[in-house]
């Protein structure tokens, strides 16, 4: 079997790719309320920074640090996917079983990237942010409720406008 190495830095910075078993189910987006409860309880238990993130139907991605003396992402992210299937069984959400009788929400692993610097930050937020868009669910940023983009506008680091503007149907301008 393969052991993953996971590169725990105290204090650090993380982007996380974290995705749902089957790549066409929405739970996420469907049962948003209770992943955000599941961060909510978690975030009070063992705080974090989330400093950007998307949820889209079948992954997420999210940037975090970790407090100073503090490594711990694998169990904040158990905890995290463990809460959220637990709430949605609790809802009666049809989830599949596997041959051990684990749910089957979640796949195993995820990805994990130690942020190096301000500019590795940047491009991984940007990345974060311009996720909805790259997918094709929606052809603006501003668009994707479930997005720390909205936060980053109230705040005035970014524009509503970021990433550019499309073109409607009739051929007009978006954020004009």
């Known amino acids: 079997m393969v052991q993953y190495r996971r590169n725990r830095v105290s204090g650090g910075t993380y982007f996380f790719t974290v995705t749902l078993r ?9 049962y948003i309320d209770m992943l955000r409860v599941a961060f909510r309880e978690e ?9 950007a993130m998307v949820v889209l139907p079948e992954h997420l991605h ?9 490594a711990d992402y694998p169990g904040r992210w158990r905890s995290i996917k463990s ?3 637990r709430l949605l069984v609790k809802s009666g959400a049809n989830l599949k079983r596997n041959t051990k009788g684990e ?5 195993r692993h995820y990805w994990e990237h130690t942020i ?4 590795d930050l940047l ?4 990345y974060i942010h311009f996720n909805p868009v790259k997918h094709g669910w929606v052809k603006r940023v501003q668009d994707w409720p479930n997005s720390s983009f909205h936060r980053y506008v109230r705040q005035g680091v970014c524009s509503l406008d970021w990433a ?3 073109a409607d149907a009739d051929g007009e301008g978006y954020g004009e």
């Open 83 to 85: 809460r959220f299937t």
């Open 22 to 30: 089957d790549r066409r189910a929405t739970f996420l987006v469907d």
């Open 43 to 51: 975030l009070r238990k063992r705080p974090f920074i989330i400093d």
């Open 62 to 70: 999210a940037v975090w640090t970790l407090p100073p003396a503090d």
């Open 123 to 126: 491009r991984h937020v940007e």
């Open 103 to 107: 749910y089957n929400l979640w796949q």
């Open 164 to 166: 550019g503007v499309g």
């Open 116 to 119: 190096r610097d301000e500019e």
